[in-house]
C-alpha cells in the first residue's frame, strides 16, 4: 500500500482565534510560543573559563618569513615590493609603454571570463605536471627573461633560478640580465635553464653569447622580436631611470625610508650583465644601441643553423607570425607584447592564443604555445591552458615576489600560483592539465 506523505506549508497559519492543537493560549500572549527558551539562550554572566580561550593574543611577527606569508595574491606581494622599492627600479618593472594602454588591457582580459565547472568530478588528487619542449616541468608555469633584475633586488637572478629549481620549472635568463650566463648555470646546476636572446647588429657577439649558453648547458635559446626599437616607457623617462642608478636630491630622499635596499644595493658587487661588462646610460640608450632594426626571417634561418637546441620565438602577436617562425624552424612561439613595454595597444596574448591554437591544429603542427603578460594569478594560468597554452610564463609576478623578499618573495610567488592553480581545477572538476578544454572558459564581452 502506497501513502502519501504532505509536505506542511510554512505560510498556513492557524487563525488568531484558533490555537493550534495540544497548544494552550496564555493570556496576554497572543501570538507567542509558550515552550520555554532553550539553555542556550539564556543569559548568565560569563566565566572566565568561557574567555581566557577568547583572550589569547598573538604576539605580533615582523620577520621577512612571517611578512611574506601573510600575502595571498600576488597583488599583496605588489604591495609589499612598492614599499620596499626605491620608485625607479619598481616603475621600471610595474610600467609600460606611454599610457600603459597594452597592460590594462591584457589584465583585463582574464578578469573578462566566466568558468564553467564541471561537478562530481573526483578531483581528491590534482596534478599540475606538464611537458614543454620535450621535458618535464612540474608546474606548468615558467620564469620568464627580465632584464636589470639584480636592481630590483640585490639577489636577483640567482634568487629567481634557484626558485625555478626547487620548483621544478624552467628558468629564463635574459641577455640583459644581470647575472653571467655560467654564473646562474652555476647558482642553479641542477635547474633547467634556458637563455633569451637579442639578436644585436653585431653577430659575431650575438654567436658569442649562443656558445656559451650552449656550454652552459641551456636547452632552450629564446629570441625575442618585437624589440625593433625601444618602447616609449615614459615611467622611466620621469624617473630619470638610469644604469646604474643615479644618486640625484631626489632618490636620496626617497632612499631615506627604504634603507635596506640601498644597504643591500650598496654593499653588493655593481651591476654586471650576461651579454656586457659594464654600461652608463639610460635604459633607451642602452636598448636602442643593442637592438637590431633590420632583422629579418633570414636571421631566424641563421639562428635556426646556429643553435642545435629547440629554439622559441618570443613576441607574436599575430596568426600569420605564428606561423611564419613554425615555417622558419622554431620549436615553439612565445605569444607576447613584452608585458605592453613596446608598442602600447598592442594585440593581447590571451585573446590571440584561440585563433594560433586553431591555426597550428589545422597546420598539425607539434610547437609549443607559451603566453606571457598579464598573468597575476594562478587561475589566470589555468585559463590559458584551458584556451590551448600549452605552457605559461611570469615575468611581473616574479619580480613582485622578489622585490618584496628576495630568494624567499620568489618561492611566495610560485606558492600562491600553485595553490591557485590546484584550487581552481579542483573547482572547475578537473584533476590533471591534459582535462582542461575550451568549455571551461568563456570570454565574456565588455
Do not use: C
Request: no cysteine.
Amino acid at each position: 500500500m502506497t501513502h502519501t506523505i504532505q509536505p506542511s506549508n510554512p505560510e498556513v497559519t492557524p487563525a488568531p482565534d484558533a490555537p493550534a492543537a495540544g497548544i494552550q493560549a496564555q493570556p496576554g500572549t497572543a501570538g507567542t510560543s509558550s515552550a520555554p527558551l532553550p539553555p542556550a539562550l539564556k543569559r548568565r554572566v560569563p566565566k572566565y573559563s568561557d574567555l581566557a580561550p577568547l583572550m589569547q593574543f598573538k604576539k605580533p611577527e615582523f620577520s621577512k618569513e612571517a611578512r611574506l606569508k601573510r600575502a595571498s595574491t600576488i597583488w599583496e606581494l605588489r604591495d609589499i615590493a612598492k614599499r620596499r622599492t626605491p620608485q625607479a627600479p619598481f616603475d621600471y618593472t610595474d610600467g609600460a609603454a606611454e599610457e600603459e594602454i597594452t597592460l590594462r588591457r591584457a589584465r583585463n582580459a582574464f578578469l573578462d571570463i566566466e568558468f564553467r565547472p564541471g561537478i562530481l568530478r573526483n578531483v581528491s588528487s590534482i596534478d599540475l605536471s606538464t611537458d614543454i619542449l620535450g621535458k618535464p616541468s612540474r608546474l606548468p608555469v615558467g620564469i620568464a627573461p627580465t632584464g636589470f633584475t639584480r636592481m630590483m633586488q640585490s639577489e636577483g637572478e640567482y634568487a629567481g633560478s634557484q626558485a625555478a629549481e626547487a620548483a621544478g620549472i624552467p628558468y629564463t635568463l635574459s641577455t640583459m640580465g644581470t647575472a653571467s650566463i655560467e654564473d646562474v648555470a652555476a647558482a642553479a646546476p641542477n635547474g633547467r635553464n634556458w637563455f633569451q636572446l637579442y639578436l644585436w647588429t653585431d653577430r659575431d657577439r650575438s654567436l658569442e653569447l649562443i656558445e656559451r649558453a650552449a656550454k652552459a648547458g641551456n636547452d632552450t635559446l629564446m629570441v625575442t622580436v618585437d624589440t625593433a626599437v625601444a618602447g616609449a616607457r615614459l615611467r622611466d623617462v620621469r624617473n630619470g631611470m638610469t644604469i646604474p642608478p643615479a644618486l640625484t636630491l631626489k632618490t636620496v630622499l626617497d632612499a631615506s625610508y627604504r634603507p635596506a635596499w640601498w644597504f643591500n644595493f650598496l654593499t653588493h658587487e655593481p651591476l654586471t650583465f650576461a651579454s656586457l661588462s659594464r654600461y652608463t646610460g639610460t635604459v633607451a640608450d642602452l636598448i636602442n644601441s643593442m637592438f637590431d632594426p633590420t632583422l629579418t626571417f633570414d636571421d631566424l634561418d641563421w639562428l635556426r643553423e646556429t643553435w642545435k637546441g629547440k629554439l622559441v620565438v618570443k613576441g607574436i602577436q599575430t596568426v600569420e607570425d605564428a606561423r611564419r617562425v613554425v615555417d622558419h624552424g622554431a620549436d615553439g612561439v612565445v605569444l607576447s607584447n613584452h608585458g605592453g613595454r613596446q608598442l602600447d595597444r598592442a594585440p593581447i596574448p590571451f585573446h590571440l592564443l584561440p585563433e594560433v591554437k586553431e591555426a597550428f591544429t589545422a597546420d598539425n603542427s607539434e610547437a609549443a604555445i607559451m603566453l606571457d603578460t598579464g598573468i597575476m594569478s594562478g587561475a589566470d594560468i589555468v585559463a590559458a591552458l584551458a584556451l590551448g597554452a600549452d605552457f605559461t610564463l611570469i615575468g611581473r609576478a616574479y619580480l613582485y615576489g622578489l622585490m618584496a623578499g628576495g630568494r624567499a618573495g620568489v618561492d611566495r610567488t610560485l606558492q600562491i600560483l600553485e595553490k591557485d592553480m590546484a584550487r581552481t581545477m579542483a573547482l572547475l572538476g578537473v584533476s590533471k592539465i591534459s582535462e582542461l578544454t575550451p568549455d571551461h572558459v568563456r570570454l565574456l564581452n565588455r
